[in-house]
């Protein structure tokens, strides 16, 4: 329908400059001395014309009423006395004058538009059959032949230069629309980004929406900028983190091997035995940390799939917190609560929740289940020694995230943010609160019919 519209819009311009090309070279061409005339083309009034105002005007005398044609008049008798004239009807013109003054082509047409001035004598009956003249004169302005333009060949000539002089400007407005959109695509590759706004495009509606979606995408490629530098910045606090974590419990290992590999002809077996206890712990740790973040980079992934089944929150949190013999917790809410999502993912989410309160937190482990019109709601809360600020919150769910900068606690950083992408892949929500010296984990689960 744009191109349609498009059309239409070109050819009305088109048909314009045609139409005034030809109206100008007529004007040119009838009102300048240009070429050479064939015919003429300014005209006066016929002698018929004025034959037949006169007669009209006689019989109105006779009949006793005033001559009212478009001309000054007199009447005189036989012997040159003016009996009766017209207001403006000049003194010294007696019918033996006028006939003097008269000129056989005065009302002849001619190629020059000059004022004439027109007379005419008509021989009429006075009174008891007295012989007697009607007289008159005007000062009359040549008609102009509309429809005769004179040469023909420079009529032709002017309205194709000038058909193509408006074919000339039209194409330079509509190049400067062009230009206009093309001013907009170059800054799409300008780095860093221009945000200086550009005057609107000013012509017809299909320009003006080409030039709002350049400046839409123009406002995309802004934002996918932006994201990729953050991104990049998030990458390489991720490899920076990454190889803090993976570089200790590592480092570690190697030490204790080869201090095995040295000193194992003097070291006792209960020396070996603790020393090969250390490398375990270690090993495992370095393990935990690579699953950590294979399973971070495999959440990230939305084509990760995701298996939904019917399960009870409540009895899958519970068979959670008996893998951490060592934690007092408390399950609040209903005795079932069913839920639709992914079993191994959602225990991981709980191992996650439950794992990060019994290393950063200080006990009174509260987890709390709420059914909802919205959804379900799971809030893990357990104390802390201070409350977090919101800048503290927001950070920890970003990877690598965590309050012991050192990592002493035993945390990775990427727990919560394991959570966060557990909760994407179910359309849910994760949000972290602290008050009253308590760190609460709040995750929605949306109903699913």
Same mark, same amino acid.
């Given at each position: 329908?744009?191109r349609?519209?498009?059309?239409i819009?070109?050819?009305?311009?088109?048909l314009?400059a045609a139409f005034?090309?030809t109206?100008?070279?007529w004007?040119f061409?009838?009102?300048?001395?240009?070429?050479?005339?064939?015919?003429p083309r300014y005209y006066?009034t016929?002698e018929?014309?004025?034959?037949?105002?006169?007669k009209?005007d006689?019989?109105?005398?006779?009949n006793?009423?005033?001559?009212?044609?478009?001309y000054?008049?007199?009447i005189?008798?036989a012997?040159?006395?003016r009996?009766?004239?017209?207001d403006?009807?000049p003194?010294?013109?007696?019918?033996?004058?006028?006939l003097?003054?008269?000129t056989?082509?005065e009302?002849?047409?001619?190629?020059?538009?000059k004022?004439?001035?027109?007379h005419?004598i008509?021989?009429?009956?006075?009174?008891?059959?007295e012989p007697?003249?009607f007289?008159?004169?005007?000062?009359?302005?040549?008609?102009?032949?509309e429809?005769? +333009?004179?040469?023909?060949? &420079?009529?032709?000539? =002017?309205?194709? $230069?000038?058909?193509?002089l408006?074919?000339?400007? /039209?194409?330079?407005?509509?190049?400067?629309?062009?230009?206009?959109?093309e001013?907009?695509?170059e800054?799409?590759?300008?780095?860093?980004?221009?945000t200086?706004?550009l005057?609107?495009?000013?012509?017809?509606?299909?320009f003006?929406?080409?030039a709002?979606s350049?400046?839409?995408i123009?406002?995309?490629l802004?934002?996918?900028?932006?994201?990729?530098?953050?991104?990049?910045?998030?990458q390489?606090r991720?490899?920076?983190?990454l190889?803090?974590?993976?570089?200790?419990?590592?480092?570690s290992?190697?030490?204790?091997?080869?201090w095995?590999t040295?000193?194992?002809?003097t070291?006792?077996?209960t020396?070996?035995?603790e020393?090969l206890?250390?490398?375990?712990r270690?090993s495992?740790?370095l393990?935990?940390? +690579?699953?950590e973040?294979? &399973?971070l980079?495999? =959440?990230?992934? $939305?084509?990760?799939?995701?298996?939904p089944?019917? /399960?009870?929150?409540?009895?899958?949190?519970?068979?959670?917190?008996?893998l951490f013999?060592?934690?007092?917790?408390?399950?609040?809410g209903?005795?079932h609560?069913?839920?639709?999502?992914?079993?191994?993912?959602?225990?991981?989410?709980?191992?996650n929740?439950i794992?990060?309160?019994t290393?950063?937190?200080?006990?009174?482990?509260?987890?709390?289940?709420?059914e909802e019109?919205?959804?379900i709601?799971?809030?893990c809360?357990?104390a802390?020694?201070?409350?977090?600020?919101?800048?503290?919150?927001?950070?920890w769910?970003?990877p690598?995230?965590?309050s012991?900068?050192?990592?002493s606690?035993?945390?990775?950083g990427?727990?919560?943010s394991?959570?966060q992408?557990i909760?994407?892949?179910h359309?849910?929500?994760?949000?972290?609160?602290?008050q009253?010296?308590r760190?609460?984990v709040?995750?929605r689960?949306?109903?699913?019919?």
């Amino acid at each position: 329908m744009r191109r349609v519209k498009l059309t239409i819009w070109m050819l009305v311009l088109l048909l314009l400059a045609a139409f005034l090309s030809t109206a100008l070279a007529w004007l040119f061409a009838s009102q300048l001395p240009i070429g050479t005339k064939t015919l003429p083309r300014y005209y006066y009034t016929t002698e018929q014309e004025v034959v037949q105002d006169v007669k009209r005007d006689i019989a109105r005398y006779e009949n006793g009423q005033s001559p009212n044609g478009p001309y000054e008049w007199a009447i005189y008798d036989a012997d040159n006395r003016r009996i009766d004239a017209s207001d403006k009807y000049p003194e010294d013109l007696t019918p033996s004058r006028l006939l003097a003054a008269q000129t056989p082509t005065e009302r002849d047409p001619s190629d020059t538009g000059k004022i004439r001035t027109l007379h005419h004598i008509e021989a009429i009956d006075l009174s008891e059959n007295e012989p007697g003249y009607f007289l008159t004169v005007q000062s009359e302005k040549p008609k102009l032949n509309e429809y005769q +333009i004179g040469n023909s060949s &420079t009529f032709f000539l =002017l309205q194709l $230069t000038l058909f193509i002089l408006f074919l000339l400007l /039209l194409t330079r407005w509509i190049a400067g629309l062009f230009r206009e959109l093309e001013r907009r695509l170059e800054r799409l590759t300008v780095e860093p980004a221009q945000t200086a706004p550009l005057p609107p495009v000013k012509g017809p509606k299909e320009f003006k929406l080409f030039a709002q979606s350049i400046e839409r995408i123009e406002q995309e490629l802004r934002t996918l900028r932006m994201r990729d530098q953050e991104r990049f910045v998030q990458q390489l606090r991720l490899i920076t983190s990454l190889s803090h974590d993976l570089r200790t419990p590592l480092t570690s290992i190697q030490g204790f091997i080869q201090w095995l590999t040295e000193k194992h002809e003097t070291l006792s077996a209960t020396e070996r035995t603790e020393l090969l206890a250390i490398v375990t712990r270690q090993s495992e740790t370095l393990a935990a940390r +690579i699953d950590e973040l294979f &399973t971070l980079a495999k =959440l990230s992934n $939305t084509d990760y799939p995701v298996e939904p089944i019917s /399960l009870d929150l409540v009895t899958l949190t519970e068979q959670v917190l008996e893998l951490f013999p060592g934690t007092s917790a408390t399950v609040n809410g209903p005795a079932h609560a069913t839920l639709f999502a992914d079993p191994m993912l959602l225990r991981r989410l709980l191992e996650n929740l439950i794992r990060n309160a019994t290393l950063h937190g200080t006990g009174d482990l509260r987890i709390t289940i709420k059914e909802e019109a919205e959804g379900i709601q799971l809030i893990c809360s357990n104390a802390i020694e201070s409350t977090y600020t919101l800048e503290e919150l927001n950070e920890w769910l970003t990877p690598f995230g965590t309050s012991d900068a050192s990592r002493s606690s035993g945390g990775s950083g990427i727990g919560l943010s394991i959570v966060q992408q557990i909760m994407a892949r179910h359309g849910g929500s994760v949000a972290l609160t602290s008050q009253d010296n308590r760190f609460i984990v709040t995750c929605r689960f949306p109903n699913v019919s």
